[in-house]
Structure formats: structure tokens, C-alpha cells
């Protein structure tokens, strides 16, 4: 058996990439899985999974704890002091795990999903909904705000936005561009010619699935929505990924690298998927020479707002977006 936990306060993306890798792994090795509170997935309003296999299901009505599971896998993350970040990889010492084991970690490689098509894992439950008969050529922004605020260094800069509107433009010089995003007041403020397509999460899942030419961010969130949906014509995604245009030249992570998409550096430039294997080969020889290994809670630095309720943080937050829709940190 594999146990997978949703935890509150797990973006969607994390929760679909956590998912995806378990079943996968499950199917794989020939386990029987099961979530642990799967009342926390942020998709169940219109995206269909299972939280338990078939025998599970059948056999099981007992409610399981963390605590109770004897083993636990987590996933080998490197931390980067220079970028102040942790960095990940596909972790090949999963395929050696036993039975009654709890993953813990990002798995955001597509290495984890032995090639298996997540399609067969994840579905629609209103599959009509996402039928478009659009004949424009729309392209969607897919722009993050919000928590990423708090983290500069995830942020993209207007440069890359533009940049990349002028690249997709290349395919159609009339093509219409609107923004879908978690974070109104400040994609407003930073594109404020372009319309933003509002929505709850599933009206945003939905207008990506849809788009045949994207502009994505470095989030987990795109991936699924467009991997699910037809193929794409063209996405375009930032280099070195979490840590656009670092001067150390490391891809962060090296999970996050994404067959056919097409990456574009801080000059603007599409760069060749020659220089991106260099830059991700270069990334992993340097992390192999990492040899301590720590636990994220040991280097997650305590911030200002760390100590105040959380609905009260929430409130802080919102009156500052509002106030400052710009201010990144």
C-alpha cells in the first residue's frame, strides 16, 4: 500500500503532481494506494480522481492517520544557499520503496509518470464545459500573483511578458491575448491593455485547457489543464524556470522541464533545446557534488507574519494588494 496525504493549504498543482506521481508509482510497482484527507483537494468541484484503489475501497473503512503508517519516503531535495531555494530532481530511489509507505515530497518530474498518460488518472466531470468553438487566435497569460509576491525571486518580469507576446505574435500577427491569474489587481496594474478572463479556479482550468497558444509562469498550476487538454500549438515558459535569469546559469529544478515546451530566456530569445539540456545537465553535475542533506524545516526561515493567526495574515495580505497590487516581497 501507498499513502499520499493533501494537506491544507496544498495549491492544486502540488496536490495534481503529488496525485498523478502516486498513481503512477502505484501502477508501476503493483501497490494499492489510498489519499489521506482527501477532503483538502482544492479540484473536487470539477475534476474527478481516486482517492483509493479498488480493493482498498472494497475492504477498508477505517479512516488512516499519518502516524500510523510505518515508513516514509521522501523525496531527496537539494537546497541552494545562493538562490535561496530548494531544487529537485527526479529521485530514481522511489522504485525501491516498500509497501505501507507515506511519499512526501514536490514530484514534479515527468519522469514519474513512467510514461503512463495522467488522462487515465484525472477527469473532467463536466467534460462539455470545456468544449470550445473559439476561431480566434487567442493566447492566454497565465500570470501569477498572490503568494508569489511574498517570494521576489519567483516573480517574472513585465519584460518576460512582453517578450513573449512579440515571439508568439510570429505565429499570428493577429493574434488577441487575455490573462487568466489568481491575482487581479496586480496583473491589472501590470498589463492594463490586455482583459483578464475572471473566474474561480475551474473557469481558469478551463480556459487554459481550451487555449491553443499559451504564456505560463513558473507554476505547477498549467501543466495539467494543458496536458490533459488537445495539444497545445505553442506554450512558451520561462528558462532556468523558478529562478529566471540567474546569473549562477541553473535550471531550478530540473524537474521542471517540460517536453515541447518552448523556453524563453531574459533577452527575450527561444532558446534551443541544446542549450536547454546544457543548462539542465550543468545544473545536475553541480548539485552532485551536494553531500549533506537536511530537512526543508531547517532552513525555512521564519517571516514577519509567521506568528499571527492565519485568517488574520490573510486579511493583512489582501489590504496590502490592494493598496500595493505591484509590490513584490
Not at 484527507?37 to 480493493?55: A, D, E, M, T, V
Not at 475501497?57 to 541552494?80: A, Q
Not at 546544457?278 to 553541480?286: A, C, E, G, V
Request: hydrophobic share 35%.
Amino acid at each position: 500500500m501507498l499513502y499520499l496525504e493533501f494537506l491544507d493549504g496544498q495549491g492544486l498543482g502540488n496536490q495534481l503532481w503529488n496525485y498523478v506521481t502516486l498513481r503512477s508509482l502505484s501502477n508501476k510497482l503493483g501497490y494499492e494506494y489510498e489519499i489521506i484527507n482527501p477532503k483538502n483537494f482544492k479540484g473536487k468541484s470539477f475534476l474527478q480522481i481516486s482517492y483509493r484503489s479498488y480493493k482498498v475501497r472494497e475492504n477498508n473503512k477505517n479512516i488512516i492517520l499519518e502516524s500510523n503508517i510505518p515508513n516514509i519516503f521522501r523525496e531527496k531535495l537539494f537546497y541552494d544557499k545562493s538562490l535561496k531555494t530548494f531544487v529537485s530532481d527526479f529521485d530514481k530511489e522511489i522504485l525501491q520503496i516498500k509497501q505501507n509507505t507515506l511519499l512526501k515530497g514536490l514530484f514534479q518530474s515527468e519522469k514519474y509518470l513512467f510514461n503512463n498518460d495522467i488522462n487515465q488518472y484525472i477527469k473532467l466531470k463536466n467534460p462539455k464545459r470545456y468544449k470550445s468553438n473559439s476561431q480566434e487566435h487567442k493566447c492566454i497569460l497565465n500570470i501569477r500573483g498572490g503568494e508569489y509576491k511574498r517570494f521576489k525571486e519567483l516573480i517574472l518580469p513585465k519584460s518576460y511578458w512582453l517578450d513573449a507576446m512579440k515571439n508568439m505574435k510570429k505565429n499570428h500577427n493577429n493574434m488577441k491575448f487575455y490573462i487568466v491569474t489568481d491575482d487581479y489587481d496586480y496583473a491589472k496594474h501590470l498589463l492594463p491593455e490586455l482583459k483578464i478572463l475572471k473566474g474561480n479556479i475551474d473557469d481558469d482550468f478551463t480556459q487554459l485547457f481550451n487555449s491553443e497558444y499559451l504564456i505560463v509562469s513558473n507554476s505547477s498550476f498549467a501543466y495539467f489543464p494543458i496536458t490533459m487538454g488537445e495539444k497545445p500549438k505553442k506554450i512558451i515558459a520561462p528558462s532556468k524556470w523558478s529562478r529566471f535569469g540567474n546569473v549562477h546559469q541553473r535550471w531550478i529544478s530540473p524537474a521542471n522541464y517540460y517536453k515541447n515546451w518552448f523556453y524563453q530566456n531574459e533577452k527575450g530569445e527561444i532558446i534551443s533545446n541544446e542549450n536547454i539540456e546544457k543548462l539542465i545537465n550543468n545544473t545536475r553535475h553541480f548539485y552532485s557534488k551536494y553531500n549533506v542533506l537536511i530537512t526543508e524545516e531547517s532552513v525555512t526561515e521564519k517571516r514577519l507574519l509567521s506568528f499571527l493567526p492565519n485568517n488574520f495574515k490573510k486579511l493583512i495580505k489582501k489590504l496590502l494588494s490592494k493598496i500595493f497590487p505591484l509590490y513584490i516581497g
